[in-house]
Nanobody, 115 residues
């Protein structure tokens, strides 16, 4: 059974940091590129960051470049999103996504940036 389970979301003040984690199981994790998406209320889901299967290539949305870092540990079947200098506009549900021949989604974790 394929599972992607996100964790690490929560409430943080502007300028703060959070680290999201995504635990993968049920598929060959090291063969899949991984992505983080987010969806704010009333907005479309947007791609935040992605990382290649081997971890050598990463890409970021312009809105998070320089503040967010995506990484993965293929030995642990984990992908991470380190989020620094958080802004209120980063408030959203964050989703982990695995993509290759098939596409898998996690259930999401809420991130709220507010004072």
């Amino acid at each position: 059974q394929v599972q992607l389970v996100e964790s690490g979301g929560g409430l943080v003040q502007p300028g703060g940091s959070l680290r999201l984690s995504c635990a993968a199981s049920g598929f060959t994790f090291s063969s899949y590129g991984m992505r983080w998406y987010r969806q704010a209320p009333g907005k479309e889901r947007e791609l935040v960051a992605r990382i290649s299967s081997g971890g050598r290539t990463t890409n970021y949305a312009d809105s998070v470049k320089g503040r967010f870092t995506i990484s993965r540990d293929n030995a642990k079947n984990m992908v991470y999103l380190q989020m620094n200098s958080l802004k209120p506009e980063d408030t959203a549900v964050y989703y982990c996504n695995a993509w290759s021949v098939y596409v898998y989604w996690g259930q999401g974790t809420q991130v709220t940036v507010s004072s």
